[in-house]
């Protein structure tokens, strides 16, 4: 099975931005569409952004405009560039691939990168 390895994340402030990377073990990688998602202390993991074999990108309401995802498929690596944080983005941040409309994410998950927004 594929296995991910994410990094990036650390503390920053209101306003700040931070960029992610994801490096993807997996024979696959070129032909399937990859997500970012994330889980906040206390909630759910949720979905935030994924990008197909080809490029095209989708975002949560909650994130679209400040975010944005890459791929770099002859490195096997996802990107996430993330702008104007703010509080509410504080989380653990995983990458996996992502299935179907829901993008429902992949059965193994890596660690994860904490990401902290705070004064």
């Known amino acids: 099975h594929e296995q991910f390895v994410e990094s990036g994340g650390g503390l920053v402030q209101p306003g700040g931005s931070l960029r992610l990377s994801c490096s993807v073990e997996g024979s696959v990688f070129s032909i399937y569409a990859m997500g970012w998602y994330r889980q906040a202390p206390g909630k759910q993991r949720e979905w935030v952004a994924a990008?197909?074999?080809?490029?095209?990108?989708n975002y949560a309401d909650s994130v679209k405009g400040r975010f944005t995802i890459s791929r770099d498929n002859g490195k096997k690596m996802v990107y996430l560039q993330m702008n104007n944080l703010n509080p509410e983005d504080t989380a653990v941040y995983y990458c996996n691939s992502a299935w179907g409309r829901n993008y429902d994410p992949g059965d193994y998950w890596g660690e994860g990168t904490l990401v902290t927004v705070s004064t």
């Open positions: 990008c197909t074999a080809s490029g095209i990108a």
